[in-house]
């Protein structure tokens, strides 16, 4: 068996630790003779790991009393629709554009009433992030949108966007866990966990109580209700039952590992490696604004599509895959979550180094 330093932006890399015990655990979890694919979501032995899941992630994020946390399904892009349906009470809210994720959400809360586009970075390709701190909210907006990493363009909200007391949703899906948040200045914040926790078919949503209410939308689906999950603790129907086991692991993992300050030391120390080299090399370089460097998802070219091409086959054979850029903005995306160890980070840099003189 050989395993690869896997860059992909998602599904992306899980720690191997937690892979081994999920693969010891497979035919017989705990001395119940049966895989936790094959158990009832309403046994006592699920019970346990959705509620010790739960637990751990609201140690691990600090979550006050006052937030659910949902385990969900249908991906960070059923939220798009999900989150207007639950929220808009006045049918307006402010979306901040910072990519096509953001986009998308912004798009979709149009069919459900008047998404304002109150700053956007589309001039300069999401190059970077707008300035925040004073922007045109419309009073009645009912909340205030962001995509607080940008997956497929490599920046991070490093402060949040002044909402002038409206509510704050936020998706973090590539982020989730990477560092600490103060939960308290959000209303909502979800994401998919197959970025930076587990595998796909997971969404963790973490809303504040008030927020989830009776008074939805006409005509929103009994599923996609926050209250249908929050009042049945998320066991309204099937949940994904293997996935949230695994991340129930990688949140134990993420507890051995020193916690989020840890990991946000840890995932500093990783991406300075990566960016240090590309602002000294002369042939690859970052795509965007150096101030808005997402510690995650990390753009980069050399300018040259052909050696771009020649670049990602050569690291592919290497051992270092899944580094072509989203097919949007081509170049290359070295996505380095969490779970990538930093001797990966390492190799990578010095792969880039040989191919830089060797292609000079
Ligand atoms: C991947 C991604 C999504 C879409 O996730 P799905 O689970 O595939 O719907 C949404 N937002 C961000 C920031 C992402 O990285």
Not at 39 to 44: F, I, L, T, V
Not at 257 to 275: S, V
Request: with cysteine; proline share 4%.
């Amino acid at each position: 068996m050989s395993r690869v330093y896997n860059f992909s932006a998602g599904p992306a890399v899980l720690p191997e630790e937690v892979l081994k015990e999920a693969a010891d655990e497979m035919l017989d979890y705990k001395g119940c003779g049966m895989s936790v694919m094959e158990m009832s979501h309403r046994s006592k032995v699920y019970d346990n790991i959705i509620k010790e899941a739960e637990a751990d992630l609201r140690d691990l994020m600090n979550i006050p009393d006052n937030y659910k946390v949902l385990f969900l399904q249908g991906g960070a892009s059923q939220q798009f629709a999900a989150i207007p349906m639950n929220l808009m009470k006045n049918k307006k809210a402010a979306y901040i554009v910072t990519g096509q994720w953001a986009k998308k959400a912004y798009q979709e809360a149009k069919m459900y009433g008047e998404a304002v586009e109150v700053a956007s970075s589309a001039d300069k390709t999401f190059s970077y992030i707008p300035d925040c701190s004073d922007l045109d909210i419309p009073e009645d907006a009912d909340y205030v949108y962001i995509c607080e990493n940008n997956t497929i363009y490599g920046t991070k909200f490093k402060t949040l966007p002044n909402t002038k007391g409206h509510i704050l949703v936020s998706d973090v899906s590539s982020c989730f866990l990477s560092e600490p948040v103060d939960v308290t200045k959000y209303g909502v914040i979800y994401g998919g966990v197959q970025k930076n926790i587990g595998p796909a078919g997971v969404v963790i949503a973490i809303i504040r109580e008030d927020l989830i209410t009776d008074d939805v939308l006409e005509g929103t689906p009994t599923m996609l209700k926050y209250k249908t999950q929050a009042d049945n603790d998320s066991l309204y129907n099937t949940p994904p039952c293997y996935g949230i086991y695994i991340c129930g692991k990688v949140f134990k993992w993420l507890k051995k590992m020193g916690g989020l300050e840890a990991m946000k030391r840890h995932n500093e120390e990783k991406a300075k490696i990566l960016y240090d080299f590309l602002d000294e090399s002369k042939m690859f370089s970052g795509t965007v604004a150096k101030e808005d460097r997402s510690l995650m998802n990390v753009p980069f070219v050399t300018g040259n599509d052909d050696l771009d091409a020649k670049f990602v086959k050569e690291a592919a054979e290497a051992g270092f895959v899944n580094l072509k850029g989203h097919r949007t903005v081509g170049g290359m995306r070295a996505s380095i979550y969490n779970a990538m160890p930093k001797e990966g980070v390492e190799k990578l840099v010095a792969f880039m180094k040989k191919f830089e003189e060797e292609n000079a």
